[in-house]
């Protein structure tokens, strides 16, 4: 194919690229499948303003490689069929949407301010601020659980008040609030009372979460969770631990002090045994169940009170692994609740 077949292959992939943008758009519409009945103002602006500027450098190179490459098979001119070059358009097009998300991730971890001459779209409302938090709140939950597993903390730092600190920060702000809050932020929704009522539901659902991990670490089979636990072993601050801790006599406590924290499995065996001796299983489901019940209310309380929809924290349904502990699921008023706590 001759260099000016090829560019005028080229333009016309510049001049199909808007079409492709409204297709992706339609096909993100069809997605929501009747949820909104347009897309959100600033969702348009991100999408349009991160594809419709730059060289398109790669889109273009893909399409003039492919046309290329079927000019030089077996030393043949070879016409490109209309399929084929709508193929290799659509291609380029995919490649031009993944650089503009590449772009903006770039930008956040680069702290840049401006792209193209334009300030960078994640600069605006409040959103880069709940970014960093996060992210300061995630390095101090993990540094604080490295802590433990390092052995840099003994069992008396095991306590109620340090295992929710660890929660909040390693769990529930970057797992519940943030993708809650981020939102209300964005579609310029956000009030400090209702940011407030997002942080206090996700923090008690981050703590059924990861009060729910720890005893599935311990109690739930592989085969179900996934995985094989390693709390014990890795001397992991867990709602188990804490509660052991609090509740063990001088001989268990002597127990916990020698074993806990060990990879030897004996003595993971003999932690296991003061769990069981201090009946951690039918404590965890009592303690769940007022958990549920406290969320079930709490939802239901600022949710009317704020004015947020409920949907946002019963989906999506999915089925909860593990079940092997009655309390999880004996209170079907907040497992619609707890579906969204498993979720996450």
Request: aromatic share 10%; hydrophobic share 40%.
């Amino acid at each position: 194919m001759s260099a000016p077949a090829q560019a005028h292959h080229t333009c016309l992939y510049l001049q199909v690229q808007p079409l492709l943008r409204y297709t992706a758009l339609s096909h993100v519409r069809a997605c929501m499948q009747g949820h909104a009945r347009n897309l959100p103002r600033t969702w348009l602006e991100c999408f349009l303003s991160n594809t419709q500027s730059g060289k398109m450098f790669r889109s273009r190179t893909v399409v003039q490689t492919g046309l290329a490459l079927l000019n030089t098979q077996d030393s043949t001119t070879i016409t490109p069929s209309p399929q084929q070059v709508s193929d290799l358009q659509i291609l380029g097009c995919v490649l031009d949407f993944t650089n503009a998300a590449y772009c903006v991730w770039d930008d956040i971890m680069d702290n840049s301010t401006t792209r193209r001459g334009l300030p960078c779209w994640y600069r605006r409302d409040n959103l880069i601020e709940l970014l960093n938090e996060t992210w300061l709140r995630v390095e101090l939950g993990q540094n604080a659980d490295l802590m433990a597993a390092l052995r840099l903390d003994s069992l008396e730092e095991f306590t109620e008040n340090r295992y929710r600190w660890i929660v909040e920060h390693k769990t529930s702000y970057y797992s519940l609030y943030l993708p809650l809050a981020l939102p209300y932020i964005y579609l310029g929704l956000a009030t400090e009372e209702i940011l407030e009522a997002l942080y206090e539901i996700a923090m008690l659902m981050g703590l059924i979460f990861q009060a729910r991990d720890d005893f599935l670490d311990v109690y739930g089979s592989a085969e179900s969770t996934g995985k094989i636990g390693t709390d014990i072993s890795e001397n992991k601050c867990t709602w188990l631990a804490v509660e052991a801790v609090k509740k063990c006599d001088e001989q268990q406590r002597g127990v916990l002090e020698r074993c806990y924290g060990s990879q030897d499995e004996e003595d993971i065996r003999r932690v296991k045994e003061v769990f069981n001796e201090l009946q951690l299983q039918t404590v965890f489901d009592e303690w769940n169940a007022r958990m549920l019940g406290e969320l079930a209310e709490t939802v239901e309380r600022v949710c009317a009170e704020k004015l947020i929809p409920k949907a946002i924290f019963e989906e999506p349904p999915i089925q909860i692994p593990g079940g092997s502990s009655k309390g999880l699921t004996s209170n079907p008023r907040v497992m619609k609740y707890l579906t969204k706590c498993n979720s996450f």
